[in-house]
């Protein structure tokens, strides 16, 4: 079973950028795929971004294409996402997900229950 842990949160202004990483142990890490959520203050958690085992494939919510980049990196067990252009909305509380199913489609898993296991978040708030 694989742990997940979420790194590089924080405070910045709008128009600024920041990197979440979120780095995996406990699981073959290249045998999963991989996604980040965030969740807002009295909010859903919602889907933001996913990427293939393989970081072949990625699929993105509309509000965060041409802004973020997920990445991942197999050998340091690590998942990555540059987030640029960053604005107040974007401010929530950003989660790691993991799942061991490799063949469903990233579109199809935009709800939590594509996914199997959880970090437990890191914040960014974008101040305006």
């Known amino acids: 079973q694989v742990q997940l842990v979420e790194s590089g949160g924080g405070l910045v202004q709008a128009g600024g950028s920041l990197r979440l990483s979120c780095t995996a142990s406990?699981?073959?890490?290249?045998?999963?795929?991989m996604g980040w959520f965030r969740q807002a203050p009295g909010k859903e958690r919602e889907f933001v971004v996913g990427i293939s085992w393989r970081g072949s494939s990625t699929y993105y919510a509309d509000s965060v294409k041409g802004r973020f980049t997920i990445s991942r990196d197999n050998a340091k067990n690590t998942l990555y996402v540059q987030m640029n252009s960053l604005k107040p909305e974007d401010t929530a509380v950003y989660f790691c997900?993991?799942?061991?199913?490799?063949?469903?489609?990233?579109?199809?898993?935009?709800?939590?229950?594509?996914?199997?296991?959880w970090g437990q978040g890191t914040q960014v708030t974008v101040s305006s």
């Open positions: 406990g699981g073959t890490f290249r045998l999963y795929t």
């Open positions: 997900a993991a799942d061991r199913d490799l063949v469903r489609p990233l579109g199809s898993r935009r709800g939590v229950d594509g996914w199997s296991y």
